[in-house]
T-cell receptor, first 116, second 119 residues
Framework: GNSVTQMEGPVTLSEEAFLTINCTYT??????LFWYVQYPGEGLQLLLK?????DKGSNKGFEATYRKETTSFHLEKGSVQVSDSAVYFC???????????????FGKGTHLIIQP | GAGVSQSPRYKVAKRGQDVALRCDPI?????LFWYQQALGQGPEFLTY????????KSGLPSDRFFAERPEGSVSTLKIQRTQQEDSAVYLC?????????????????FGSGTQLSVL
């Protein structure tokens, strides 16, 4: 079956540090890959996505590249801010067609803490 | 409201009680999902509705779990004879359109969830 593995947290960094949160996946074919963010007391929000190999998703200074050869989708940001403190989830959906209604498969989440 | 609304925000139940969790999706949204998020885990798919039709309920963990969306808008997740292992945050998500491809999940809006604690 499909699965997502991401690095354990919490990850604690100082402001302006470089961030990497590792994510690897297991799936047949070419799934769509996502990063979601959950701020305290709020619902999950889509951060970025990529739908095919070598695609790079980017948003709010975060980036992740779909690497088919390593089945990875690591999240990176060059300079983190205190406001980036949240829980980050890597997720996938099965390959199309028909993958839309199958639901997302999520990793366990990585709690990121940015200290001033 | 502007977003997906879930109620109650917190629910404490004694083991064996029945509970009902409500999801108000964004008005006009066709697709609706329920997810279960145990402590320290990622959300796990429970069920999917397209309008009033429950197209996939393969993620419901047991026959104690039942979901409905009778008029294609508000949805209720009911858990009968609750057990301690049912303790989790239950998330609802909706989308304006039918989700055809995996990438369409980018159009989902998530609620803040209902935290269920079974004592």
């Amino acid at each position: 079956g499909n699965s997502v593995t991401q690095m354990e947290g919490p990850v604690t960094l100082s402001e302006e540090a470089f961030l990497t949160i590792n994510c690897t996946y297991t799936a047949t074919g070419y799934p769509s890959l996502f990063w979601y963010v959950q701020y305290p007391g709020e619902g999950l929000q889509l951060l970025l996505k990529a739908t095919k190999a070598d695609d790079k998703g980017s948003n709010k200074g975060f980036e992740a590249t779909y690497r088919k050869e390593t089945t990875s989708f690591h999240l990176e940001k060059g300079s983190v801010q205190v406001s980036d403190s949240a829980v980050y989830f890597c997720a996938l959906t099965p390959p199309s067609p028909g993958g839309g209604a199958d639901g997302l498969t999520f990793g366990k989440g990585t709690h990121l803490i940015i200290q001033p | 409201g502007a977003g997906v609304s879930q109620s109650p925000r917190y629910k404490v139940a004694k083991r064996g009680q029945d509970v009902a969790l409500r999801c108000d999706p964004i008005s006009g949204h066709v697709s609706l999902f329920w997810y279960q998020q145990a402590l320290g885990q990622g959300p796990e798919f429970l069920t999917y509705f397209q309008n009033e039709a429950q197209l996939d309920k393969s993620g419901l963990p047991s026959d104690r779990f039942f979901a409905e969306r009778p008029e294609g808008s508000v949805s209720t997740l009911k858990i009968q004879r609750t057990q301690q292992e049912d303790s989790a945050v239950y998330l609802c998500a909706s989308s304006l359109e039918e989700l055809v491809e995996g990438a369409d999940n980018e159009k989902l809006f998530f609620g803040s969830g209902t935290q269920l604690s079974v004592l």
